[in-house]
């Protein structure tokens, strides 16, 4: 079985840089599955950020960042905003028992 | 613009069944793939399972809820639904409904429903 290990938490000041990290572990489908990013609002659903570990859905602002490598994937904010605090998770597909996993989630505070 | 709406009790007793139905505006239910995902109380997400339809359904289930879950879809009304028998307290949750383009696609779930809230409760 598969797992997505993301940090608790991480915090920025207005205008830095945070990177969120996730890792696959348990089984190698991080080489070949592709990882998206979903972004929570205090009490809203989430919402789609990033799509096929690198691409913004339109309406999504060029600050958020996805990259991928291996078994590792990480989510770039820059210029950090106070409206950007939200939890943040990743998701991909485990091929092996064919289900959808997401990580534990990252909240982002703004300092 | 597809939009999705979850309904059902807010309130179910333990041992007795959830049952839940999204749906779906704006768009068809063929060609799509449809989840439902929960959130219990300051915790992270949960996928629960999926059915896809076109032209015939094909589901999924997270192995974890497999034995007590079933979705199922409902073309004529363009809606899905979500039974989960024997709940218990761990059941409760923010239940989502939310759609994408198949089991391990390049495009995510793209579009969520608001979420339902769900407590299982004597």
């Known amino acids: 079985q598969s797992v997505l290990t993301q940090p608790p938490s991480v915090s920025g000041a207005p205008g830095q840089r945070v990177t969120i990290s996730c890792t696959w572990s348990?089984?190698?489908?991080?080489?070949?599955?592709?990882l998206h990013w979903y972004q929570q609002l205090p009490g809203a659903a989430p919402k789609l950020l990033i799509y096929g570990n690198t691409n913004r859905p339109s309406g999504v602002p060029d600050r958020f960042f996805g990259s991928k490598s291996g078994t590792s994937a990480s989510l770039a904010i820059t210029g950090l905003q106070a409206e950007d605090e939200a939890d943040y998770y990743c998701q991909s597909y485990d091929s092996g028992l064919s289900a959808w996993v997401f990580g534990g989630g990252t909240k982002l505070t703004v300092l | 613009q597809v939009q999705l709406q979850e309904s059902g009790p807010g309130l179910v007793k333990p041992s007795e069944t959830l049952s839940l139905t999204c749906s779906v505006s704006?768009?068809?239910?063929?060609?799509?793939?449809w989840n439902w995902i929960r959130q219990p109380p300051g915790k992270g997400l949960e996928w629960i399972g999926y059915?896809?339809?076109?032209?015939?359904?094909?589901?999924n289930y997270n192995p974890s809820l497999k034995s007590r879950v079933t979705i199922s879809v409902d073309t004529s009304k363009n809606q899905f639904s979500l039974r989960l028998n024997s709940v218990t307290a761990a059941d409760t949750a923010v239940y989502f409904c939310?759609?994408?383009?198949?089991?391990?696609?390049?495009?995510?779930?793209?579009?969520w429903g608001q979420g339902t809230t769900v407590t299982v409760s004597s």
């Open positions: 348990g089984s190698n489908i991080g080489a070949t599955s592709d």
């Open positions: 059915i896809g339809y076109s032209g015939r359904a094909t589901n």
């Open positions: 704006g768009g068809s239910i063929s060609g799509f793939y």
């Open positions: 939310a759609r994408d383009r198949g089991p391990g696609n390049y495009y995510g779930m793209d579009v």
